[in-house]
T-cell receptor, first 106, second 112 residues
């Protein structure tokens, strides 16, 4: 079993929909990260959090340390949000989920 | 954006040939990492460095070696490339004060 599990693996949404991507982990962590990778592109960090909730524009990330679970929400989704979203946990080194491929259709 | 570059960005090579990928940073960060990304596996750690001449293995280090003779450069070498090493390779950097890593643009390596 992977230390970091994401769901769903693939997600297709219509423009404007509210999107949730989930991440569960099974190891002790110091921080949890949400990363974004556009097709053929590099990897950028969206959030790093160790408790509570963070918001950046239309993106919201939450974490529940007791349940070892995090969610990434995208409000009012747009086709430019189409990308692979990767959950990762760190305690020194980083361990990654397999990613969620999001496609937002106009 | 963090100053991190990788070279080459694309490479096609034949089985059995040696290959060296370079990661270069201008941020003076202490930690540097090499990952490979394959469909269905996500990112997996190959090797990492925690200072000049200080390196250690990751979970998929077999067939790879690394060197770091300067703070800014971290080299990944495939001594004798195999088709199973066809992948996209990402370098990342981290300073010692945060767990956040900054990723390079990636190198797409194809071994034929």
């Amino acid at each position: 079993k992977n230390e970091v599990e994401q769901s769903p693996q693939n997600l297709t949404a219509q423009e404007g929909e509210f999107i949730t991507i989930n991440c569960s982990y099974s190891v002790g962590i110091s921080a949890l990260h949400w990363l974004q990778q556009h097709p053929g592109g590099g990897i950028v960090s969206l959030f790093m959090l160790s408790s509570g909730k963070k918001k950046h524009g239309r993106l919201i990330a939450t974490i529940n340390i007791q349940e070892k679970h995090s969610s990434l929400h995208i409000t009012a989704s747009h086709p430019r949000d189409s990308a692979v979203y990767i959950c990762a946990v760190s305690n020194g080194d980083m361990r990654f989920g397999a990613g969620t491929r999001l496609t937002v259709k106009p | 954006d963090a100053g991190i570059t990788q070279s080459p960005r694309h490479k096609v090579t034949e089985t059995g040939t040696p290959v060296t990928l370079r990661c270069h940073q201008t941020e003076n960060h202490r930690y540097m990492y090499w990952y490979r990304q394959d469909p269905g596996h996500g990112l997996r750690l190959i090797h990492y460095s925690y200072g000049v001449k200080d390196t250690d293995k990751g979970e998929v280090s077999d067939g790879y070696s690394v060197s770091r003779s300067k703070t800014e450069d971290f080299l990944l070498t495939l001594e004798s490339a195999t088709s199973s090493q066809t992948s996209v390779y990402f370098c990342a950097i981290r300073d010692g004060t945060s767990y956040e890593q900054y990723f390079g643009p990636g190198t797409r390596l194809t071994v034929t």
